[in-house]
């Protein structure tokens, strides 16, 4: 729970920290330090989703949680993804696949498919109807399964 509640923080700040430097002034760690915690944070409100989805459904909640999945995920997080961020670097550990480094057209269809899907949920998410919502969302773990399935490690 700490690691979570620590990984969330570390994310807001990178989230933050990301307007005041780009990816190439970051050393390899921070990148990779930065794009999990994106994802970390991500993850959180997709668990935040899937929660009112099986329980109460708010639709202010879902709609604040697509929202800010639709901003991380056009955020141009694919810039931490730099040179050197292919393996660990100290007790920076990383499980991305080195496959990600090589297959850029492949990591481009299912960066966009993200997208995409992250786009469309923020906009059914902000329409209220839960059965969309629930597709929609659907779609979006559809598209993360699909980039962890070919490019990140057990």
């Not at 393996?87 to 991305?96: A, E, F, Y």
């Not at 496959?99 to 906009?123: C, D, K, P, Q, Y």
Request: hydrophobic letters at 40%; one cysteine or more; proline letters at 3%.
């Amino acid at each position: 729970m700490y690691r979570m509640i620590r990984t969330a923080t570390v994310g807001l700040l990178a989230l933050g920290l990301a307007g005041t430097a780009t990816a190439a002034e970051l050393k390899p760690e921070e990148q990779i330090q930065y794009r999990q915690a994106g994802y970390a944070f991500m993850a959180w409100n997709m668990g935040k989703i899937k929660a009112n989805l099986d329980g109460n459904y708010s639709q202010p909640q879902v709609q604040a949680a697509a929202e800010t999945i639709r901003a991380i995920a056009n955020s141009g997080m694919g810039a931490l993804y730099g040179p050197g961020t292919d393996q660990n670097i100290g007790d920076v550990k990383t499980r991305v696949k080195p496959s990600m480094f090589t297959e850029r057209e492949e990591v481009g269809r299912l960066a966009m498919n993200f997208i995409n899907a992250a786009n469309e949920l923020a906009e059914v998410a902000a329409l209220g109807d839960e059965a969309e919502v629930k597709s929609a969302f659907g779609a979006v773990g559809k598209s993360c399964k699909a980039c962890h399935d070919q490019f990140r490690a057990d």
